[in-house]
């Protein structure tokens, strides 16, 4: 059974840091590619950065420079570390892991107050 543990979520004030964690089990997490993605209310859910098994990395627009997403193989883990947060950063996130299969976290909630 694939299970993704999200963690670190909260209230954060503008210009504040906040680092997710999602740890993962049940797949070879080396070989997949992990990332995350938010969905804020009333809007669709949109990629915020992805990381594939060689450790090249994307990101949306809106969170170049800001954020970062890292993996440790030897944890089953992906991080997001997050910086210079901003008010329209509040959505819940939610990590996902790509191998033949797609599994999803059940997200963590994300606010960040002006």
Request: hydrophobic letters at 30%.
């Amino acid at each position: 059974q694939v299970q993704l543990v999200e963690s670190g979520g909260g209230l954060v004030q503008a210009g504040g840091s906040l680092r997710l964690s999602c740890t993962v089990s049940g797949i070879i997490f080396s070989i997949s590619d992990m990332g995350w993605y938010r969905q804020a209310p009333g809007k669709q859910r949109e990629l915020v950065a992805r990381i594939t098994t060689g450790g090249s990395t994307n990101y949306a627009d809106s969170v170049k420079g800001r954020f970062t997403i890292s993996r440790d193989n030897a944890k089953n883990t992906v991080y997001l570390q997050m910086s210079s947060l901003k008010p329209e950063d509040t959505a819940v996130y939610y990590c996902y892991t790509r191998g033949a299969l797609t599994y999803w976290g059940q997200g963590t909630q994300v606010t960040v107050s002006s």
